[in-house]
């Protein structure tokens, strides 16, 4: 016989289980949307347009995308199975955190851990880039130097090696709109006038110091979230037990009315 202590307790930590389980599920389903957020962003950012268009392509975006996406799932899922308080419901939802919390502790390590080797793909994607840039169908490449203000891979003495620049010069793209200047072929095809009417800095270099802080960020969101997992398992283990030996207790009851 359970003693009558903690019979009188069950169902009060049940509530107060079920409440933290609730909110730290609703938490849950919004770290679903930050990934999905996360995920977008990478697709559509400047700094993977060279490596998605690439041979040597990332699927990173598109794991976060469908990373995310399941998670907001589950993290309904979990509402629902705190609010009908289903034990095995529970425990489905406690292996899928556990499942969770191993991908993005792997996620976490596997950014600090391979950032130089993607520094290094992308660095090769962009000087092929670069050498057969012909003025068409090279968006993605003036839609950097536009949008980052840079020009070139380490300035825009880069462009000098190109078989572009022995014909047209340097890119339009390159030219410094916000000095108020107008870059004219001949300025374009002369490095030393170019000087002047282009944006000084490289992009490559801007690129991948974006690139690295934001790996670092998502690293550590990752590992702060898969951390967090930790306690979404074990409300759900706790609440799953709960309420089996609560259910247990009625069944005991109902066959032995005499048990207090």
């Keep these: 016989m359970s ?110 851990i391979f950032r130089h080797e993607i520094k290094a793909v992308l660095l090769g994607v962009y000087n092929k880039a670069e050498s057969v840039y ?43 709109m916000t000095a108020g200047v107008n870059c004219t072929s001949a300025e374009l095809k002369d490095l030393n006038t170019a000087a002047s009417v282009v944006y000084q800095q490289g992009c490559f270099s801007l690129m991948t110091t974006t690139l690295e802080a934001n790996l670092g960020i998502i690293a550590g969101i990752s590992f702060g979230i898969a951390f967090f997992q930790l306690i979404g398992i074990f409300l759900a283990c706790c609440l799953s037990r709960y309420i089996t030996n609560n259910q247990y207790e009625m069944s005991s009851k109902q066959f032995n009315p005499a048990l207090p």
């Excluded at 020009?151 to 340097?170: L, M, P, Q």
């Design 3 to 112: 003693p009558p202590s903690a019979r009188l307790q069950t169902k009060p930590v049940i509530t107060c289980l079920k409440t933290f389980l609730i909110s730290y599920s609703l938490i849950f389903w919004f770290t679903g949307v930050i990934l999905l957020a996360v995920g977008v962003w990478g697709k559509v950012n400047l700094e993977f347009d060279l490596l998605l268009a690439s041979d040597k392509g990332t699927n990173a975006p598109y794991v976060l995308i469908g990373t995310g996406a399941v998670i907001i799932i589950f993290g309904l899922f979990g509402c629902f199975a705190t609010c009908r308080g289903s034990p095995w419901m529970l425990k489905l939802y406690a292996m899928f955190l556990t499942l969770v919390f191993l991908s993005e502790l792997v996620a976490g390590i596997s950014g600090f």
């Design 134 to 176: 012909s003025g068409k169908g090279n968006e993605d490449l003036d839609r950097i130097q536009r949008t980052l203000q840079c020009c070139g891979e380490k300035n825009y003495t880069s462009w000098a090696n190109t078989d572009y620049f022995k014909k047209e010069g340097i890119p339009k793209s390159c030219c410094n």
